[in-house]
């Protein structure tokens, strides 16, 4: 498509303020436009984008950005905003390798004030940044909030609300971006407390009027007229303001509007006529672990299912048709999703929370502190593992494998295809004296492999009777491990390959193995530090053996967006990549040959 003239002349806000009611009008259907062409063909955030188009050119209509603070909270509907800070011609790349992230982004630009990706942050940013100003003597600068009713769910939320009410002499602007959704339509006390508001066009009781804050509202979050009167009318406020848009998710893409299965939040490669994925898709990991837990929920009513807000992304859509009431969302809440999940386990029940593995990361404590002292019995479903790709570094899984292990009493396990996620779950809903975890990739999984014998935890995949090391397989990684050890005995290298499944508490059968050889080398899908190679490491050091070990993972540092496979490949976690390494190992090492025993031999 070539870019029609009128988009193709705003290269930056200020282009924005000479245009007439009809030239906006005729902007915001050419971003349309230029979003689903664009999204259908790179995959991204839709709807939540198609639902800001009139809200951003409002507000940087009206705001100046950057002297003007914007902040965009979660940031997966910053699309907009970055069409009209000149950045329209890198959509071709978005979230590509060296492409455009699809979230803020320092790096991109000096309108990108914070990169976030995870829900619910912009609040307590924006009253840093306000008392920063006020502190700084500025009293020119507006902090303009966008945050949607799901993020408004979020308990950081509620702690900047607080703030923000209680400090007439920093005032936010908060403009909240209310489509009555989330992914699935938002939950809770909030979300009718909304609904009033936008039904009456105000109530006897007014939640943010009584934490302190003036509100404006509900104001059409299409109209740009209506919008931009409501918005000056906040900034001459200088008080804490909520304008309380409506919006519709997916506004002017009928396939958008209709999704009541949210699959066009987020999407890969679609069919702009339909919104329909352009290729077939295998079975992944998701639509296992669903199928299962509704077959254990059939099996077992005390199995209860926990979501912050993201019931079909995480595979739980199949349990709350069948079971809806032992399906909680709770909203964008993962840190009560935890703690309230331990609370049903002491009620007897055995809660299964499915959530991505990155958003665990902000319920440590709860994890800790609340499920793991009391040896209560909570399963956790870690998602999207390891690297996920095209969200990039704040959406890649890669700390959970590191963090977990440190938690007393807790199981992790690393599947490595569909046949022992299965079993694995079921492991895990049996356990009755602390909390267990599961984590597993995005994307397709691979056939099933079968394992040679299961010694302790452990499972041979492959035995060398003249090993020359030891791979130890984790996880999804298993394939890539079996591939480079078929290179390697080409190369006339045997190795020994085991699959650990359960990667912490370390299993002493697993260490036995590994002091029988003289190199073991443990191949996972996420950060060096704290990996299981590294604990084997520390665990074979406090043994005789002489064994070498080392681990092949990802390094630790963000790492940028691109897809799992270029990531993996770049940090030689594929096979080709391992069998690599491997060779190295050997080679950097003059020691002899030494007669290794096998798995078997070792058992
Ligand atoms: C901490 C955290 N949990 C979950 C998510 C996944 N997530 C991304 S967008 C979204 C829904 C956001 O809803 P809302 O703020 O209303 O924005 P909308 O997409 O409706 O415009 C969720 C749950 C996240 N980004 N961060």
Redesign the pocket.
């Known amino acids: 498509m070539t870019t029609p003239p009128l988009l193709s002349g705003i290269s930056g806000p200020a282009d924005l303020r000479s245009l007439s009611t009809a030239a906006l009008s005729e902007l915001a259907a050419q971003i349309r436009d230029f979003l689903i062409e664009n999204i259908c063909r790179t995959g991204g955030?839709l709807?939540?984008n198609l639902?800001?188009v009139e809200l951003t050119i409002a507000v940087h209509r009206i705001f100046h950005s950057p002297h003007d603070v914007l902040l965009f909270?979660?940031g997966?509907?910053s699309y907009v905003h970055k069409i009209l800070t000149g950045r329209r011609a890198d959509f071709d790349s978005l979230r590509h390798a060296g492409g455009l992230s699809g979230y803020p982004s320092r790096e991109e630009s000096g309108h990108d004030v914070i990169e976030n990706?995870?829900?619910?942050t912009a609040l307590s940013y924006a009253d840093g940044i306000a008392k920063a100003i006020a502190l700084s003597g500025d009293h020119d600068r507006r902090v303009v909030v966008i945050?949607?009713?799901?993020?408004?769910t979020?308990g950081m939320c509620w702690e900047a609300l607080n703030n923000i009410g209680g400090a007439p002499d920093h005032p936010v602007i908060i403009v909240l971006?209310d489509?009555g959704?989330?992914?699935s339509p938002?939950i809770g006390g909030l979300a009718h407390h909304l609904a009033e508001l936008r039904r009456s066009g105000s109530a006897h009781a007014n939640l943010f009027e009584d934490l302190g804050m003036a509100y404006l509202g509900p104001v059409d979050g299409h109209d740009i007229g209506e919008l931009e009167r409501a918005l000056r009318r906040a900034s001459a406020l200088r008080r804490p303001v909520v304008v309380h848009c409506i919006t519709r998710?997916g506004n002017g893409y009928p396939p958008a509007e209709q999704d009541e299965a949210d699959r066009l939040?987020a999407v890969g490669v679609v069919d702009p006529a339909t919104g329909r994925p352009t290729s077939p898709s295998a079975p992944s990991w998701t639509s296992v672990f669903a199928e299962e837990i509704t077959a254990i929920g059939a099996e077992r009513d005390d199995v209860v299912c926990l979501t912050?807000?993201?019931p079909h992304p995480t595979g739980l859509g199949g349990f709350a048709d069948r079971f809806p009431e032992r399906i909680f969302d709770v909203g964008?809440a993962?840190q009560h999703a935890v703690t309230s999940a331990a609370g049903l386990a002491i009620g007897g029940m055995h809660p299964v929370v499915a959530i991505?593995a990155t958003?665990l990361n902000?319920a440590f404590d709860q994890l800790l502190m609340d499920v793991a002292l009391h040896r209560l019995p909570v399963t956790f479903v870690l998602d999207r593992a390891g690297i996920t790709g095209p969200d990039g570094p704040s959406h890649h899984g890669m700390w959970d494998a590191s963090v977990l292990p440190v938690v007393p009493g807790l199981r992790l396990a690393a599947p490595r295809d569909s046949a022992n996620l299965r079993e694995m779950l079921r492991e895990a809903v049996d356990v009755t004296d602390g909390p267990t975890a599961i984590r597993y990739p995005k994307g397709s999984v691979r056939p099933d492999i079968p394992a040679i014998s299961r010694t302790g935890r452990y499972d041979l995949l492959r035995a060398a009777p003249d090993a020359m090391g030891l791979l130890v397989a984790v996880g999804p990684l298993a394939g890539a491990c079996l591939d480079a050890a078929d290179e390697l005995a080409a190369h006339g290298v045997p190795v020994t390959v085991v699959d650990p499944r359960w990667i912490a508490p370390l299993d002493p059968q697993l260490i036995k193995l590994a002091g029988a050889h003289s190199l073991v080398l443990t191949v996972e899908d996420t950060t060096t530090t704290g990996a299981l190679g590294a604990r084997i490491a520390q665990a074979l050091a406090a043994t005789d053996a002489t064994t070498r070990a080392a681990t092949f993972a990802l390094p630790p540092r963000f790492l940028p967006h691109a897809s799992r496979a270029e990531i993996l490949r770049a940090h030689g976690l594929d096979a080709a990549g391992i069998a690599t390494s491997v060779l190295k190992r050997l080679a950097s090492t003059h020691r002899p040959r030494s007669r290794a025993r096998t798995g078997a031999e070792a058992s």
């Open positions: 955030h709807g939540p639902g800001v909270d979660t997966h509907q990706s995870h829900a619910s945050v949607g009713d799901g993020a408004l979020g971006n489509n959704r989330s992914y938002t998710k939040h912050a807000a993201m964008i993962e991505y958003f902000r």
